[in-house]
């Protein structure tokens, strides 16, 4: 049975946008695809980094939650993710932000993702998928954090070639 999900992309080394391209047409192997306009946003740990480019997917998948955050790792790895720090550089991060309706909390997998009520840059690209998307009872859109995001648009058109 396909589940929505919603997966968060980030990365500030490298040509970001390529990377970042290449991950929504691997992500499109998984299932149907809905990609957001394509972001810049400061970084949200050491500020001595690049900004970082974001967007967001939403994925209509059969996988399993395990399973699809082992394939989320296996893309990241296979586009070169460096980790250097915490918060720090990395050309890729692809992060599970939400998977159907479901709470899931285990030594491997938190979702709703955590911190994802206080980054506009992982909120915004969501509510370009789905403006009217609710977590934990309260819809994104009438979040605070949004009336002043600091993050621009990039590119609103279909960066991503899908």
Not at 7 to 28: C, P
Not at 127 to 152: F, M, T
């Amino acid at each position: 049975m396909s589940v929505i999900t919603y997966i968060g992309l980030g990365s500030n080394l490298g040509d970001s946008q390529q990377i970042l391209t290449e991950a929504v047409h691997k992500l499109a192997l998984l299932g149907a695809v809905k990609v957001s306009k394509l972001y810049q946003s400061p970084p949200m740990g050491p500020q001595d980094q690049p900004n970082y480019l974001n967007a967001a997917v939403q994925l209509e998948t059969d996988l399993e939650p395990l399973a699809l955050l082992d394939e989320l790792q296996r893309f990241e790895q296979e586009s070169g993710r460096v980790r250097l720090r915490r918060w720090g550089e990395r050309t890729l991060d692809l992060d599970l932000l939400i998977y159907g309706q479901q709470q899931i909390q285990n030594e491997r997998l938190t979702v709703p993702h955590m911190g994802i009520m206080e980054r506009d840059f992982v909120l915004i690209p969501l509510l370009d998928l789905d403006a009217d998307l609710q977590l934990h009872g309260q819809q994104i859109k009438k979040l605070s954090i949004l009336q002043q995001p600091s993050l621009s648009v990039l590119n609103a058109g279909n960066w991503a070639n899908i």
